[in-house]
């Protein structure tokens, strides 16, 4: 099953059931969300300590191909978000 | 920006005790954790998804010594940024 927000909101409202409504779950899910946008698009990094790190790459202008025309084309310099995970997070993932 | 300026700056923007903003942050995280772990992927509107890839095992080389080793079967967990998030950032440079 795909975690999607409405999974996180619910997971909040479950602990919380006695201090916080639904929409106050909710609001914090989207408050965090935007904390962690605003911040990269600002071009910081985000480091989350047992979870991973979030980049923010400025990649070159390269010279590409349309890979179903083969035609050649110049890929502008771009600003692009990489995640790394920690190796708390991969160990978890593979079950140690 | 690292976890504990993210759980502050999320208390300061709903008002939340600090204590409140961290359980929640980490409620988050672990459902997130939880979810990878057991091999499926997660997916928020605007921000981004995660799925994860399996990789066999297969015959490597330690780079150093040139030694042949197996390298054993893994997962790893990767991250796409989602359209929106994508273009603002680019936006941003």
């Known amino acids: ?96 | 920006m690292n976890k504990s300026e993210l759980i502050e700056t999320l208390a300061q923007e709903t008002n939340l005790p600090f204590r409140e903003a961290d359980s929640i942050t980490n409620t988050i995280l672990e459902a997130m954790t939880n979810t990878l772990a057991s091999g499926d992927s997660i997916e928020i509107r605007g921000f981004g998804s995660f799925v994860v890839k399996e990789y066999d095992s297969y015959q490597g080389r330690n780079p150093k010594t040139g030694q042949k080793i197996k390298v054993p079967p893994k997962k790893l967990p990767f991250f796409k940024v989602g359209k929106e998030l994508r273009e603002r950032v680019d936006k941003g440079k």
């Open chain 1, 1 to 96: 099953m795909t975690l999607t927000k409405a999974d996180l909101v619910q997971h909040i409202y479950k602990i919380h059931d006695n201090d916080m409504t639904k929409a106050q779950a909710t609001e914090a899910v989207e408050a965090l969300l935007k904390i962690v946008k605003d911040c990269l698009i600002e071009g910081e990094d985000l480091l989350i300590s047992g979870f991973g790190k979030f980049n923010v790459k400025n990649k070159k202008a390269r010279r590409g191909r349309n890979p179903q025309t083969g035609q050649e084309l110049i890929l502008d310099a771009r600003r692009v978000v990489t995640f790394k995970p920690s190796g708390i997070l991969r160990d978890k993932i593979n079950g140690k």
